[in-house]
């Protein structure tokens, strides 16, 4: 039987850099490459829309993934007031039912050590995208997407039942998730305990999956894992708060 905490519990994937002067044409590239690179992975991520006031109105404004149109849609989040701040764009994957949905919330541009540049995507909890979605295999190609598109800072994928566990969530410090995803500007990482998984994604860092099997915060021997990784990467210097960028 199915925990029922873990029934409960929500997931998240988040991309992370800190201040990086990019236009909105810098922007949409990446965006584009992101969502190009997400549609192969599962049909969770294979089309978007622009926020709306309801559904309905959501529904009536799908997002044509062109390099062009994403421009067009990333200038439409141009802070008015603040250049340095960037953009900011909200999409959501159209999904019929809420807790099977799929939101993006990007932070992009932005040059301001004030505000952290960021890629989220709110991943659905239950119901047959979830059960897709919340894979290993998904994810870690979900996490590869972001590092390449992104170039962040880190990435990860947790629970955030786990976060709320956690006595710091400030997105200036790198957290222990499921999968976890470091800039190998950050350094080497070193061996770690079984079951954990270490790769490199390109040339641009490494990727860690802490478990083949579904990350929850109801199963103490994965909260612990997750503390062990993390004293273990703490140690190696490779936890540093995020650094402004030149």
Same mark, same amino acid.
Request: glycine letters at 6%; aromatic letters at 6%; proline letters at 6%.
């Given at each position: 039987?199915? =925990?029922?905490?873990? !029934? /409960?519990?929500? #997931?998240?994937? &988040? @991309?992370?850099? +800190? %201040? ?58 141009? =802070?008015?007031?603040? !250049? /340095?701040?960037? #953009?900011?764009? &909200? @999409?959501?994957? +159209? %999904? ?151």
């Amino acid at each position: 039987m199915t =925990d029922p905490i873990e !029934e /409960e519990e929500s #997931y998240f994937a &988040g @991309a992370y850099w +800190g %201040a990086r002067k990019e236009s909105s044409e810098e922007c949409a590239a990446r965006l584009e490459a992101f969502f190009r690179r997400i549609a192969h992975l599962d049909p969770a991520f294979a089309r978007w829309f622009r926020q709306g006031k309801s559904r309905a109105d959501a529904l009536k404004h799908p997002i044509d993934a062109t390099l062009v149109d994403l421009e067009k849609l990333i200038r439409r989040g141009k =802070d008015r007031v603040v !250049e /340095e701040l960037g #953009y900011r764009v &909200g @999409a959501w994957n +159209g %999904a019929t039912d809420d807790e099977d949905g799929c939101s993006l919330k990007l932070t992009c541009g932005g040059s301001s050590p004030r505000v952290s540049n960021s890629c989220v995507l709110e991943l659905p909890s239950r119901g047959p995208n979830a059960a897709r979605v919340l894979t290993e295999p998904v994810l870690r190609g979900l996490m590869k997407s972001m590092a390449t598109a992104w170039e962040p800072d880190f990435a990860v994928v947790m629970s955030s039942t786990h976060l709320r566990m956690l006595r710091d969530n400030d997105p200036a410090e790198i957290w222990p998730g499921w999968l976890i995803y470091l800039s190998r500007h950050r350094g080497t990482v070193p061996p770690l305990p079984a079951p954990v998984s270490i790769e490199s994604v390109e040339d641009k860092g490494t990727l860690i999956v802490l478990t083949r099997e579904r990350f929850t915060a109801s199963k103490s021997e994965h909260v612990t894992l997750a503390e062990r990784v993390r004293e273990r990467l703490d140690r190696e210097g490779l936890l540093k708060s995020l650094q402004v960028q030149s």
